[in-house]
């Protein structure tokens, strides 16, 4: 019933190739009934009770797993205990009872580890905790695909939305980027790609995909923004140590996961073309969700 997990299962009861049984918290909540009357099986699981996991799981020939760290911060929880959000189960709790009952394929929606990655010298807690349980799947040997998604369209109505100006001529648009580009998908395009997986894992099994359908500068992004919307928009040319001293909570491990994505992690438009052809361009999207921006 979240961002990623409603996706995948709203493009999987479209296709109908495979039944679809979706695993929430709570089974009365308006999504997960909306989910029921759409086909869906809708069960509920509690994460601290490996009984219920393993017969939310019973049966299946695969499973997606999302989880969310910005529900609690914390990336000890996340490895350890995976999340608490609709659609998500404990990572390596996961594994196991996947790999126990024999299922064909795991799609996780994983990350890269960048402390490893760096050897120390970069941390960014939801990107490595992902990275550690990607590693854990492996570790065991339960088949898994790792779709690696990069910044949502989305973020641009929550965490990177527009902020007017203190001048009041316009927005300003503060993605510590400088002239490198940064990759960006809809969530909602995901469920496609993990559909596309689901039917062949063996083509896909073992393999770490990154997502994108955009390479754009804050610039171009900010450019898009006032063409389409009709106000003035700019890059406000602020710098991941800038983004860090914003003092909200998760201003530095943004400003973290923002000074990785300035290393260029391998994210593929032609790879994600391939896994879901209909997936959208930034300004196709931003035309479509005009709306949402209404109140800025």
């Given amino acids: 019933t979240g961002a990623q997990g409603g996706s995948v ?12 049984r979706a695993v929430t918290r709570d089974v009365s909540k308006e999504a997960a009934l909306k989910l029921k009357e759409a086909g869906a099986e809708v069960v509920a699981a509690d994460l601290d009770d490996e009984k219920s996991v393993e017969a939310a799981l019973s049966g299946a020939y695969g ?14 929880k996340e490895v350890a205990q995976k999340v608490t959000t ?13 790999k126990r009952l024999g299922l064909t394929l795991v799609v996780f929606s994983g990350l890269e580890n960048v402390k490893k990655l760096t050897g120390g010298k970069l941390e960014v807690h939801h990107f490595d905790s992902k990275g550690e349980v990607e590693e854990y799947f492996r570790e065991i ?13 989305e973020n641009f109505l929550t965490f990177f939305r ?3 100006d203190k001048d009041g ?3 300003t648009l503060g993605l510590p980027m400088g002239d490198v580009p940064l990759d960006g998908f809809s969530v909602k395009d995901l ?7 689901l039917k062949s894992p063996s083509k896909y099994a073992g393999k770490d995909l990154g997502l994108s359908m955009e390479k754009l500068t804050t610039e171009q992004y900010a450019a898009i923004l006032t063409r389409v919307l009709g106000k003035n928009i700019r890059d406000v040319k602020m710098t991941p140590e800038d983004y860090a001293k914003m003092g909200f909570p998760g201003a530095q491990e943004l400003a973290n996961m923002f000074k990785f994505y300035l290393m260029k992690p391998d994210r593929d438009i032609q790879l994600t073309l391939q896994l879901n052809p209909k997936s959208k361009k930034f300004q196709c999207w931003l ?3 005009k709306a949402a921006f209404d109140n800025l």
């Avoid at 299962?9 to 679809?20: G, I, P, R, S």
Wanted: with cysteine; charged share 20%.
């Fill in 9 to 20: 299962a709203k493009a999987l009861l479209a296709d109908d190739t495979f039944a679809v």
């Fill in 63 to 76: 499973t997606f797993v999302v989880t969310n760290y910005w529900e609690h911060f914390i990336k000890d």
């Fill in 86 to 98: 609709d659609l998500s189960f404990k990572g390596k709790l996961i594994a196991d009872v996947s």
């Fill in 141 to 153: 040997g339960m088949p898994m695909t790792s779709v690696r998604l990069p910044c949502y369209y």
């Fill in 162 to 164: 527009p902020q007017k």
């Fill in 169 to 171: 001529n316009g927005y």
């Fill in 191 to 197: 469920g496609g790609v993990v559909l596309t997986i």
């Fill in 287 to 289: 035309e479509e969700n």
